[in-house]
Structures are given as C-alpha cells and as structure tokens.
C-alpha cells in the first residue's frame, strides 16, 4: 500500500492539521471583551448548523394527554408540536406544593441513548434500585433524574430521544439520522429545535420560575444540552453527566485500530469540526453554572476551567471524576499526550473513564442543581 496516495491519511491529517477555527484558546483569548465577543460567534455558529427548520410553528402546538396523581406530586402527558407534522411526547412531574403563587425551579431532563422518559420519571418500575435492570437498563434508580428533581420541589420535564421508544418508527434512528442529513437537518439540531419548544413551553407555566430553569443531561442527552445551553439564554444551569473531551482528539488518537465515528448518523452535525469541539461548546457557556458529574481528559476539563475563570465565574464550573478516579494518583495519564492508534477502550483510560459505571450520578447532580437554581 502506498502512503503517499491514502486518503485516510489525507483525512487524518484535515483533523491534525486543521484544529476548529473557533476553538477555545486561552493563550489567544486573553481579555473580558474577546472572550464575549468569541462566545457571541460560537453562539451564532451554533445556531446556524443546527439547520433548524424554516416552516417552524411561531408558538409551538401543545395537547394535554392526561394526569395521575402520585405521592406528592403528579405524572402529566402532553404532545408537542413545533413544525407541521411533527409531534412528540413528553412527561411533565409536578411537585403538589406548587402553585401560581409558589413558584418552583423547572428542570428538563434529557435521556441517554434509548432510556425511555417513564424511567426518567419512576413510571417503568415503581420498584427502584441501584444495579438492577429495568426493561435491559441498568441503574434505574440513579437514572430517573426526574423523579428525584421533583422529590426536591423542582418541575421536572422528560422526554425520549428522537426515534427511541414512542417514537420509533419503520427504520433505526441511525437511518432516520442519515435521511435528516441528506436533507438538510440533522438529528441534533432536531433534538435541540425540539427541547428548546418544550423549554419555552415549560417556561409560561405559571407555576415555572422561568429565572430558575437547568438542564439535567446524561450520555447522549449532553449533546442536546450543550447546544440549548447557548442558545435559550434562560438557561440558568446545566448538570452534564458524560466525561469531557475533545472528539477531535478522539478521532486522531483512535485511528487505526479502531475508527470513532460518534456511535453513528445521529451525532453527526455537518461542518461542526470546522468550527469547535465539545469543550468549546461548554467553555462558551460560561459564566453560568456548570456540572460535568463524569470528569474526563484532564487537559480539557482544565481549558474549560480558563474560560471560566476569564468570565469572572470560577466558582460556577465544577467537573467530578469518576468515583475510581477521584484520587489523581489513580489518574495515570492525566497531562500525557494522546498518542495515535489506541483503541476506544484505551482511549477511556486516557479520559479516566469506567464505562460499564457510566449512569446518571444523583447523588452529585440533584444537590448541585438545587443549590445553583435556589442561589
């Protein structure tokens, strides 16, 4: 095989030789004003390559599904509808206490990969415990995030990830991804068009306090949480429950053996490499408060840290290893060059990632968004 005609190497070198042109770095931004005038861009990047669509409704259609009562608080159903023949499901908990005149914190949950919204809210299985699989899921306890958040008094709004669970269609999301794609949308910015009229809807409720709304994210929900976090400025917090690291990375460094190409069509947002990486999208939302429960590669969450630090706000950003990781004289690579062609399963150690404990960390997440919504 002859190198100099590879275009997998012509590839990997787009990646190596072109880092995104809105990246965040702290050695060039430097001052208050070209850290908000970077912010402004990558915001408007952000929009921009979501795709969303031109024939959006001005007010999305909601119709009210049903309610039932629970101990101390009520599962309600709606549908939601904010372009012509869409319409998607969500779960609403609403904490008995609450009323017009008591207002309470509003927070959306975002599912990962295809954990339906009923295990978000306890619905799927009254009888939760930690380890123990619920319909193929494992910890069903930590993962139903709504359900805690409206044990604490706060609204809770849940929903499935496009193409999972009553959404589901003929095909795999992968393949509705790719179709999306062709023409001209993709399934993030579908996502994020979506939660962001299920935001704006939770918002006018008048038992909401639209001044104390979060997002709470896990896995595959994180990627729509940190565009919405830009983008919808009533976002107060966010609870980012995914190790931190920067994909451009991650497809140097698992090139060969083993290609990264994001799980498939569904994290695939056209250009968006061009532009930015993971941690650029979460450095950009600074000052406001920032959870990442699941650490990551040590070099990123401290570039966030910077960006943090140069809003003003370094108290807002908080990032949690692992559990296994918390003690960095278990973090053996913290700081050492990722090098090419490592597997993804090498790669998490580079990112101090333990895989089979990746789950919503509540009790992390729920204390730490109580206190950055209430404060």
Not at 108 to 119: N, Q, R
Not at 308 to 327: C, T
Request: proline share 7%.
């Amino acid at each position: 095989m002859n190198d100099r005609y590879r275009t997998d190497l012509f590839v990997q070198h787009l990646y190596k030789d072109q880092p995104g042109k809105l990246r965040f770095d702290p050695e060039k931004i430097r001052t208050r004003e070209d850290f908000e005038s970077w912010k402004e861009q990558v915001r408007e990047k952000a929009y921009e390559l979501m795709q969303f669509p031109e024939d959006a409704y001005e007010e999305a259609k909601v119709h009210f599904l049903y309610s039932r009562q629970r101990d101390g608080y009520r599962v309600e159903k709606y549908e939601i509808s904010p372009e012509p023949e869409l319409w998607v499901p969500f779960l609403l908990l609403v904490p008995d206490s609450v009323s017009a005149e008591k207002k309470a914190p509003g927070v959306l949950c975002f599912p990962g990969w295809d954990v339906p919204k009923e295990m978000l809210c306890g619905e799927e299985s009254m009888n939760l415990c930690y380890g123990e699989p619920v319909s193929g899921i494992s910890y069903p306890f930590s993962n139903a995030m709504a359900l805690h958040y409206v044990r604490k008094g706060m609204v809770a709004l849940a929903c499935d990830n496009m193409g999972t669970c009553e959404q589901e269609g003929l095909y795999d999301r992968q393949q509705f991804a790719l179709k999306m794609i062709f023409k001209g949308r993709n399934y993030v910015g579908l996502s994020v068009f979506c939660r962001w009229a299920m935001f704006q809807w939770l918002a006018k409720q008048e038992y909401v306090d639209e001044d104390r709304m979060g997002l709470a994210a896990h896995s595959l929900g994180t990627e729509t949480s940190m565009f919405l976090a830009l983008l919808e400025p009533r976002v107060k917090a966010v609870s980012h429950n995914d190790f931190m690291s920067d994909n451009e990375q991650r497809i140097i460094s698992c090139f060969p053996p083993e290609d990264f190409m994001f799980g498939g069509h569904i994290h695939i947002v056209p250009s968006m490499h061009k532009w930015f990486s993971f941690p650029d999208l979460i450095a950009a939302f600074a000052p406001g408060p920032m959870l990442l429960s699941e650490g990551g590669v040590q070099d990123d969450l401290e570039r966030i840290g910077k960006a943090y630090a140069l809003a003003g706000a370094p108290e807002n950003y908080r990032y949690v290893h692992y559990p296994e990781f918390q003690d960095p004289s278990n973090r053996k690579f913290d700081h050492v060059r990722i090098p090419e062609g490592i597997t993804n399963e090498e790669y998490f150690r580079y990112a101090n990632v333990v895989p089979e404990h990746h789950y919503y960390k509540t009790e992390i997440c729920i204390p730490w968004m109580e206190k950055a919504l209430n404060s």
